[in-house]
């Protein structure tokens, strides 16, 4: 009976998510397009629930932890990229521009987290991820602030590495 339970909400959580990355997609509300989105998500949900959320997962808080600080790290890179584009119109306006390649040293350990910040970092307007170095990102920063390391780093990645660091423990 638990096995049934277990399997039910794996196959429930599958299915909610594909759901919402077709809402994502799609930002087609309409009565078609919703019926549409249910009835792929159904039958990719009961194909591959299983392989998607490994058992005991769909019930750990490790699932939702990890949900709630992605969802939360996405609000923060949009807030910056707001930011940093508000920033970058400013200097085309006033070509008040200092171009340098600075170097940035990151803590993170996993792979993905630095592929993730690195990303970050060159969706940022102004600043492009130009290489990756073990533990150090070169980065073409349109307006320089500092070439100073420990300074540029915490400017450039700024709350990016905080919430990495939680979600790639």
Same mark, same amino acid.
Request: glycine share 4%.
């Given at each position: 009976?638990?096995?049934? #339970?277990?399997? &039910?909400?794996?196959?429930?959580?599958? $299915?909610?998510?594909?759901? &919402?990355? +077709?809402?994502?997609?799609?930002?087609?509300?309409?009565? !078609?397009?919703? *019926? !549409? %989105?249910? *009835?792929?998500?159904?039958?990719?949900?009961?194909?591959?629930?299983?392989?998607?959320?490994?058992?005991?997962? %769909?019930?750990?808080?490790?699932? $939702?932890?990890?949900? +709630?600080?992605?969802?939360?790290?996405?609000?923060v890179l949009l807030y910056e990229m707001f930011l940093s584009a508000l920033d970058l119109l400013y200097r085309i306006i006033t070509m008040d521009i200092n171009?340098?390649i600075v170097i940035v040293k990151t803590n993170l350990k996993s792979d993905t987290g630095v592929l993730l910040l690195t990303n970050s970092i060159t969706l #940022?307007?102004? #600043?492009?991820?130009?290489?990756?170095?073990?533990?150090?990102?070169?980065?073409? +920063?349109?307006?320089?602030? #500092?070439?100073? &390391? %420990?300074?540029?780093?915490?400017?450039?990645? %700024?709350?990016?590495?905080? +919430? &990495?660091?939680?979600?790639?423990?």
């Open positions: 009976m638990l096995k049934k #339970t277990i399997d &039910l909400l794996r196959f429930f959580i599958t $299915f909610l998510l594909l759901i &919402l990355f +077709w809402l994502m997609l799609t930002m087609n509300f309409q009565a !078609a397009s919703l *019926i !549409a %989105g249910i *009835i792929v998500s159904f039958f990719i949900s009961l194909l591959s629930y299983t392989l998607f959320l490994q058992s005991r997962e %769909g019930i750990s808080s490790k699932l $939702f932890r990890f949900i +709630w600080y992605i969802s939360i790290y996405l609000i171009p340098e #940022t307007p102004g #600043t492009i991820t130009v290489d990756i170095d073990s533990e150090y990102i070169y980065v073409h +920063w349109l307006f320089t602030r #500092t070439t100073h &390391l %420990g300074h540029a780093s915490e400017l450039i990645k %700024g709350k990016f590495e905080k +919430w &990495l660091k939680r979600i790639f423990r």
